[in-house]
Structure formats: structure tokens, C-alpha cells
């Protein structure tokens, strides 16, 4: 069922000239979209496979750019003439650390990832969004317990080094890997057991040694701190299996953090409930416009925005589709617009006429959302 969010997720009907106000400036540094350009200060290869990005933030920016240990940045990339718009988290700490930096692996024909790892380096600028993501440190006396696989290391060493930085918690990470030759930041994680020989303990499993992790291997990490913080991010199947282990474990749910590195390619359908799916009955349209160009679309009632524009055969931006991720953005230039969920954007975004048309239902008449170009 669709529900009705309760303000201030309900639009309020806009109009084109309330887009075309200016937004605002800081120090002549434009603000008025939801990226920003970024200079790259250096690349790093971590390993074969995994390169990391640091980016300068420039002081007008710093504010904006403020982050939370496990907090992702999104990112426009042109690839080949191509706008695609992916997340990556910040493996960086926001306590000890002055740089943002994330870590991209490369993946099977991945387009972006393999376009970082051939084509990026220091001195392009890169455009991106503000921190975003709720799979954060959260304030709690109690251990802090992590599983990171493969890539999904770079939110949980984010969270690692900052409740080591600021906090007396313990800590534990279990990290599963291919092999010892696919480990990201191997040496950054000695270096931080030597330093904190009391508090943290990492343990590596290999999947060529070791075989994938399981249930035992959970429960051995765990122990008997049942009321820790679990945070996971990982492969699909490391994910599932710790989690169910945890649950059956006796762990809370509310203590159970999980990130999923969904993409665009490999994103689930959106559940909508659509009201009507009869050809011409309760069918009318909303006009979109992506890349520069206008199109007017079909609309069955109930469906969201990038749902309607998907099943048009355009090919808007997205990755959560739940809500989280920023991806989808676009401005609310015309008509109202319902946010089924909404954890991403703020009260002045809302304010300006951003949504999220992975979470927009446009209520019954005339809707014009605009891609930010
Ligand atoms: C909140 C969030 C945070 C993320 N943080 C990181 C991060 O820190 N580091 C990082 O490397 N990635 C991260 N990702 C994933 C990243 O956004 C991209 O999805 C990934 O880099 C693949 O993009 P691509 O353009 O190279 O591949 P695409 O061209 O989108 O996909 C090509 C093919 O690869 C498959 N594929 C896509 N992603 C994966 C995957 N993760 N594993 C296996 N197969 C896949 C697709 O199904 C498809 O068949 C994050 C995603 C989210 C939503
Ligand atoms: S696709 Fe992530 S918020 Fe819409």
C-alpha cells in the first residue's frame, strides 16, 4: 500500500519561477545544485584491483562536506559521453583526518569503476554531492563488532578508526577477502592493531583458505557480545549470512547496521503499487527533462517518477531506489509530488523543490520534474 508521508515530504505545487530563483552563493562557489566539482588531489592503488580517490574540499565547502564515520559521497561521472552517477562511502575518518578519500574497486564491466581505475587521475575535477547515508557510528557504550567483505571494507574502516579516535569502545573487524592479495588497506590495519593492541582485533579470512565465511565463523566473531553495534557491508551472500546469524543469535535488529552497494545495472525493480494498469484508463502524463531534453511521458497512478520514466525507456540516474542514496535527484519545476520515503534530502532541499524520484508519486494532474544537468 502507499502511504502518505506526513510533512514536510508533501510538495506544495511550485512553479517555474520559483526554480529560477537564485539559490544562493558562498564566496563565489556555486551552490545552487546538488554537485559540487571537486578536484582530485591524488589517486592511490591499494591493491590490483581497488584504487582510492582523495579529494581537496575547498574551505567554502568544508562546511557542506562535513561527514559521519560510514557516510557515502555521490558522484556524476561523464564516461564516454555518458552521465552515470554512482555512491561511494568514505574510508577516510572525519575525527583524525583532514581528507575525504573513497576506494573503488574494479568490477567485471563495471563501466564507471574500470573508467576510474583507467582514465582518472590527479588534477581532474569530479563532480559531487554532499555526505549522505545513515549507516553511521552510532553513540552507545557498548563494542562496535564489524564485518567488511571485499569492498564493503571502506564504510566499516571509516568506523573503525573513529570509535578507535574517539571513543574507548572495542573494537572488531572480521574481513573477508579472495585472498591476502585483494586485502584494501592491510597495512593501515596493522598499523592501527599495533597502536591499539587493548581495543582492536581484526580478523582476516581468505576465501581460497578459508572457504566463504558462515555461520560459525559469525558466531565465533561475535562471541558473547550479543549487545554490540554489528555494522556489514559486503557481497550479497556474506551480507545475508551474517545477518541471519546475528537475528538468530538473539542480536536486536535495532543494533544490526547493513549498507548495500547496489547499482544501477544490478538494481531491484521498484515495488510500486500502480493503480490502474490498463492501457488509457487512470493513464495521463509528466513531462521529464534529462540530459537537456524534454520528454513527455506516460504516468499510470501511484507509479513513481523514475518508475514512469524507466518504463518510458529513458535512462535517469539511480542506485538505492530506496530512498537513501541521492542518486535520483531531480527538481520539482511543476505539480506536486508525494515522497514515499525520504533519507537523504533536508528540509532546505525539500525547500528548494528537490526530490527523489526513486520515492515521488506526482499527485493527479499536470508534473514537470528536471534532471539537474
Ligand atoms: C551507498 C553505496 C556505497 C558504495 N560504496 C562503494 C565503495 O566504497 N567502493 C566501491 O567499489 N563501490 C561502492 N559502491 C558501488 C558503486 O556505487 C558501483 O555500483 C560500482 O562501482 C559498480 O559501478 P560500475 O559503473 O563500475 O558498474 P556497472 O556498469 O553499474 O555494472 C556492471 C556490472 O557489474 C555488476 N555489478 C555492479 N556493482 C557490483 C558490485 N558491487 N559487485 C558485483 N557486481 C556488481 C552489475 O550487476 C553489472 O552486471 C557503493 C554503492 C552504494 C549504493
Ligand atoms: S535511487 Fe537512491 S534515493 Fe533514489
Given at each position: 500500500m502507499l502511504s502518505v508521508p506526513p510533512e514536510p515530504w508533501r510538495f506544495p505545487d511550485v512553479s517555474e519561477s520559483k526554480e529560477e530563483q537564485a539559490l544562493g552563493e558562498i564566496a563565489g562557489v556555486d551552490l545552487s545544485g546538488p554537485y559540487h566539482s571537486l578536484r582530485v588531489a591524488r589517486v592511490i592503488d591499494e591493491t590490483r584491483d581497488a584504487r582510492s580517490i582523495v579529494l581537496e574540499i575547498p574551505d567554502p565547502l568544508r562546511d557542506l562536506f562535513a561527514y559521519r564515520a560510514g557516510q557515502f559521497l555521490t558522484f556524476r561521472f561523464e564516461v564516454a559521453g555518458e552521465k552515470l552517477?554512482?555512491?561511494?562511502?568514505?574510508?577516510?575518518?572525519?575525527?583524525?583526518?583532514?581528507?575525504?578519500?573513497?576506494?573503488?574497486?574494479?568490477?567485471?564491466?563495471?563501466?564507471?569503476?574500470?573508467?576510474?581505475?583507467?582514465?582518472?587521475?590527479?588534477?581532474?575535477?569530479?563532480?559531487?554531492?554532499?555526505?549522505?547515508?545513515?549507516?553511521?557510528?552510532?553513540?552507545?557504550?557498548?563494542?562496535?563488532?564489524?564485518?567488511?567483505?571485499?569492498?564493503?571494507?571502506?564504510?566499516?574502516?571509516?568506523?573503525?578508526?573513529?570509535?578507535?579516535?574517539?571513543?574507548?569502545?572495542?573494537?572488531?573487524l572480521l574481513y573477508a577477502n579472495r585472498d591476502?592479495?585483494?586485502?584494501?588497506?592491510?597495512?593501515?590495519l596493522r598499523n592501527l592493531e599495533e597502536r591499539y593492541p587493548e581495543r582492536l582485533s581484526v580478523v582476516h579470512r581468505y576465501d581460497v583458505v578459508h572457504g566463504f565465511a558462515d555461520?560459525?565463523?559469525?558466531?565465533?566473531?561475535?562471541?558473547?557480545?550479543?549487545?554490540?553495534?554489528?555494522?556489514?557491508?559486503?557481497?550479497?551472500?556474506?551480507?545475508?549470512v551474517v545477518e541471519?546469524?546475528?537475528?538468530?543469535?538473539?542480536?536486536?535488529?535495532?543494533?544490526?547496521?547493513?549498507e548495500r552497494f547496489g547499482s544501477p545495472a544490478g538494481a531491484k525493480k521498484p515495488e510500486v503499487e500502480v493503480r490502474s494498469t490498463t492501457p488509457g484508463a487512470g493513464e495521463s502524463r509528466i513531462e521529464i527533462v534529462l540530459g537537456g531534453k524534454t520528454h513527455e511521458i506516460p504516468w499510470l497512478a501511484g507509479e513513481t517518477v523514475l518508475a514512469a520514466a524507466k518504463r518510458a525507456g529513458l535512462?535517469?540516474?539511480?542506485?538505492c531506489e530506496e530512498g537513501y542514496c541521492g542518486c535520483c535527484m531531480a527538481k520539482l519545476v511543476e505539480g506536486a509530488v508525494d515522497l514515499q520515503s525520504n533519507d537523504c534530502l533536508d528540509r532546505s532541499q525539500l525547500a528548494e523543490g528537490w526530490i527523489l524520484t526513486c520515492q515521488g508519486v506526482p499527485r493527479e494532474g499536470r508534473v514537470r520534474v528536471r534532471y539537474p544537468d
Open positions: 552517477v554512482r555512491c561511494y562511502s568514505l574510508a577516510s575518518c572525519p575525527a583524525s583526518e583532514s581528507e575525504h578519500k573513497v576506494t573503488i574497486k574494479r568490477i567485471a564491466d563495471g563501466r564507471v569503476s574500470n573508467w576510474i581505475h583507467e582514465a582518472l587521475a590527479a588534477g581532474h575535477y569530479v563532480e559531487v554531492m554532499r555526505p549522505a547515508g545513515l549507516f553511521t557510528l552510532r553513540n552507545r557504550d557498548r563494542a562496535v563488532v564489524l564485518f567488511g567483505g571485499g569492498s564493503g571494507i571502506t564504510p566499516c574502516i571509516s568506523i573503525l578508526k573513529t570509535a578507535l579516535a574517539t571513543t574507548d569502545r572495542k573494537v572488531r591476502e592479495e585483494s586485502v584494501i588497506f592491510r597495512d593501515e555461520e560459525a565463523a559469525v558466531r565465533e566473531h561475535v562471541g558473547a557480545d550479543l549487545d554490540a553495534d554489528f555494522y556489514v557491508c559486503g557481497p550479497a551472500g556474506f551480507m545475508d541471519r546469524t546475528l537475528l538468530a543469535s538473539g542480536v536486536s535488529r535495532e543494533h544490526v547496521f547493513i535512462e535517469p540516474p539511480f542506485a
